[in-house]
């Protein structure tokens, strides 16, 4: 498995993913995403200096990580419907984060999976704040 950067050519994916009705439920935000307002966003991020998207393969595409660059980055992982239940998360979020740092993550109280993927990553519970459990993740 490897990370890449993301090109024009995943937009496709990135928006089918992010609208999957299970990703959606776990996401920060849980409203659909038109694709315009998805390609604005994507042509934006791929062009932002604090915004990388990364795309974790293996011969397909398996799924994605955002690092949103600030004191410390904002870690975000969606995978592909089909690469769910593989235990490939934690793998995709260490490819992307070990040896650098320092990260944050926030997820859903009730995203058990995505929970112990950053947790298998090196991810440690910090604290709940405006609905969203807290994890961080220093450099190793």
Avoid: C
Avoid at 29 to 35: I, M
Avoid at 101 to 121: K, L, Q
């Amino acid at each position: 498995m490897r990370l890449r950067p993301a090109t024009p050519d995943d937009a496709q994916a990135l928006f089918d993913w992010r609208n999957d009705p299970v990703t959606r439920a776990m996401s920060v935000s849980r409203e659909p995403v038109d694709w315009q307002a998805h390609l604005d966003w994507f042509r934006s991020a791929l062009q932002s200096p604090v915004r990388s998207i990364l795309i974790a393969e293996d011969g397909v595409r398996l799924g994605t990580v955002r690092l949103d660059k600030d004191i410390r980055t904002e870690v975000s992982i969606t995978l592909a419907p089909a690469a769910r239940g593989h235990g490939l998360a934690a793998q995709i979020l260490r490819l992307a984060t070990d040896g650098r740092g320092p990260f944050v993550a926030r997820i859903r109280p009730d995203n058990a999976a995505s929970r112990r993927a950053f947790e298998a990553a090196g991810f440690h519970y910090t604290h709940h704040d405006d609905g969203m459990d807290w994890f961080a993740k220093t450099k190793d």
